[in-house]
């Protein structure tokens, strides 16, 4: 028989050796016992010693901001890429990706918006504007964040970059209430989860522009409550400046927890010699990036539709989807005539009844954002251990103690109170600018289960922030193992469109194409 121990067992035998009717062979040695003692220490405080060194890095790398923010960057792009990278084609597959990309292209060409086709009534299609200009019915938001990845080759390349601008939102953000050693990990989680794991970092269709904003908006006023700066009111300023070039409806209601905040901390700070001109200082620096903003999107709203304060999405609706309600206090009016039937059948089957009803029912709207809306919000925004952290966060009193955490839940409070106003909320770029205070809420959360004590430990903080990195990158790896794959039809007409463009380039000529659906047959079949 063999026995395998342990070196400290085995010196112990070693030099107490017994015989096989129990009498003492030889007598005690305790030296060597001794000697398995000191290596064992030697041992453990190699290992501690290390696990040290280890820390130390950690806590150096993640409290140099010029460092820390380049790495966070190039993990949250390099991120949103990977998923891609097996099947290399970014194809737009949904008929709000062709709109942005047709206000990309617009962008790219120099131009606000296009003149009319003469022949508009044969290239209807959904989400575009065809009188009084052809454009995208979207704000330009989104647009232009395409059109800045296509100055650099490809329009998906705007996408990953914004993923990347994300993860340094966030980490600014939750530095403002957390030590850098929470706040780094933290960006990237949420550059990761909610980026590079999600539609919105590997499509066209939105998302990572608008938690970008949220990110700036809640981070200024987290900072600004705690210290008024000019700094935190420059960047919240920013934020909401996208908001109104991004979703500005959405944005608004995002906005008044954040800017009440702010508001009262302004007015409450104590005046001292010199303080009116900070004051007028910060003033200038939150209003003016949302001036500009509102100055460019009022522009943009007069090239479009022909009056600055006309939305080109209200004008669509008017034109093209009048019997489709968006807001509670929309009356749906009878179809146009001259509708597409195929339009006609999309918009049937995109949109829900109570979009064409009337009269709202607030108890059936109720219901389905309880049963529909809101579980999918949850599934998005919480996976896995995120979900963890957030429910200690409410359930251990965290985000009742601290300020921010009570900010967090009057912000969420705030898109329920959005979600009251609307007939249908289906996607969760929608919500996207929440993103922000639901990670406050999830930070805290882990902060307190840290501070908890388990058999009179408490748990190690770097130890939390590496299994929670480590969990991320490894969904992270298996689906950049699965891809991203686009769905057939938009694979054969990329190739179509490919297909032709070099034929018209060879023959130095255009080429009409027709189509012919068969009756009912959807048109992206």
């Known amino acids: 028989k063999v026995m395998i121990i342990d070196e400290y067992t085995g010196l112990m035998m070693a030099g107490r050796r017994r015989s096989s009717c129990g009498a003492h062979v030889g007598d005690f040695h305790p030296r060597p016992l001794r000697e398995a003692r000191r290596r064992l220490r030697h041992s453990f405080s190699k290992n501690k010693f290390f696990m040290r060194r280890v820390v130390q890095f950690y806590r150096q790398l993640a409290g140099t901001p010029w460092l820390i923010y380049p790495l966070l960057f190039l993990a949250g792009a ?19 990706e062709f709109a942005y990309l047709l206000g990309a292209n617009t962008f790219l060409d120099g131009r606000l918006t296009n003149p009319p086709h003469p022949l508009a009534p044969f290239f209807q299609t959904m989400h575009e504007l065809e009188s009084p200009t052809y454009a995208s019915k979207y704000p330009p938001g989104q647009s232009l964040q395409l059109a800045a990845g296509g100055l650099l080759g490809e329009p ?29 990990p933290g960006g990237l989680l949420a550059a990761w989860e909610w980026g590079a794991l999600t539609y919105w970092g590997r499509t066209y269709w939105g998302g990572s522009l608008f938690a970008l904003a949220g990110m700036l908006v809640f981070g200024g006023a987290v900072r600004f409550w705690k210290k008024p700066g000019i700094g935190a009111a420059w960047w919240a300023g920013v934020g909401a400046g996208i908001m109104a070039l991004t979703r500005p409806y959405e944005g608004l209601w995002f906005c008044i927890v954040p800017a009440a905040a702010m508001a009262w901390r302004f007015f409450t700070w104590k005046m001292e010699n010199g303080k009116w001109k900070k004051r007028i200082l910060i003033s200038t620096a939150a209003l003016a990036p949302i001036a500009a903003a509102l100055a460019f999107l009022l522009k943009y709203n007069q090239a479009v539709t022909g ?25 749906p009016q009878p179809a146009p005539q001259n509708r597409n039937p195929e339009i006609s059948y999309q918009i049937r089957r995109f949109n829900p009844p109570a979009m064409f009803d009337s ?28 979900g963890l952290g957030a429910a200690w966060a409410i359930l251990g009193g965290q985000a009742w103690r601290r300020n921010a955490g009570r900010l967090a839940l009057a912000s969420i409070a705030s898109f329920f109170a959005m979600l009251g106003t609307l007939r249908f909320f289906g996607f969760a770029h929608y919500a996207a600018a929440w993103a922000a205070p639901i990670a406050v809420l999830i930070l805290l959360g882990f902060r307190g289960l840290c501070a908890v004590k388990w ?45 032709l463009e070099e034929q018209s380039a060879a023959d130095h000529r255009g080429n009409v194409v027709f189509v012919m659906m068969a009756e009912g047959q959807p048109a992206f079949a």
């Open 78 to 96: 390099i991120g949103a890429a990977l998923p891609t990278m097996r099947t290399v084609l970014v194809l737009p597959q949904e008929y709000d």
């Open 156 to 184: 998906i390349y705007g996408v990953w970059a914004t993923v990347g601008l994300l993860a340094v939102a966030a980490a600014w953000m939750l530095r403002g209430l957390a030590p850098a050693t929470w706040a780094a």
């Open 359 to 386: 009269t709202v029912n607030f108890a059936e709207l109720a219901k389905s954002d309880l049963t529909i809306a809101l579980p999918r919000l949850v599934d998005f925004f919480f996976p896995g251990l995120l």
């Open 455 to 499: 058999k009179g430990r408490h748990l190690p903080a770097c130890a939390v922030a590496l299994v929670l990195i480590g969990w991320a990158g490894t969904v992270l790896a298996r689906q950049t193992n699965r891809g991203s794959p686009p769905q057939p039809w938009a694979i054969d007409r990329a190739t179509t469109i490919n297909n």
């Open 307 to 331: 009056a600055a304060f006309e939305f080109p999405h209200r004008l669509y609706q008017q034109q093209v989807e009048p019997d489709v309600g968006v807001f509670v206090w929309d009356h």
